[in-house]
């Protein structure tokens, strides 16, 4: 098993939460929803977040409109929707049951192990 595919894997699962919990705290351009995922050391690419992105409106998660940049054209600033706030609510309690459940197996001992499977 390659681990570098699995890891793959696993940043692919978490992007959708990752975007939408930076959308949470402000509305934000692909370019800096890019850098603030740089920052926190998922990287991803263009070629990746724009799909992601327009699915995510198209599904009611997400609005846009857009701003005059200082900087060139005008940009597309990116926003939870309600329906997005109310996603990333059950996004949360689903993370929390994950992190739950992880956490246990990663510290499970083996006499938790019998005393589980006798009951």
């Known amino acids: 098993m390659n681990i570098e595919n699995a890891k793959s894997q696993m ?14 705290h402000r509305p934000s351009y692909a370019s800096d929803i890019i ?6 050391e998922l ?8 799909p992601l992105l327009t699915r995510l409106k198209n599904d009611g998660l997400l609005q846009y409109e857009w701003q005059e940049s200082t900087q060139g ?3 597309k600033y990116y926003a939870l929707s309600k329906e997005g706030e109310q996603f990333l ?4 309690t689903a993370w929390n049951e994950l992190d ?3 956490n246990y197996l990663k510290n499970i001992t083996p006499q938790l192990l019998e005393v589980k499977s006798e009951k």
Not at 11 to 24: D, F, I, P, Q, T
Not at 35 to 40: D, E, S, T
């Open 100 to 102: 739950n459940t992880i």
């Open 43 to 50: 990287l991803v690419v263009e070629g990746t977040l724009y």
């Open 89 to 92: 609510e059950g996004l949360d």
């Open 73 to 75: 054209p005008p940009r």
């Open 35 to 40: 850098q603030q995922l740089k920052n926190a």
């Open 11 to 24: 940043r692919k699962g978490m992007l959708e939460y990752c975007v939408l919990l930076l959308l949470k």
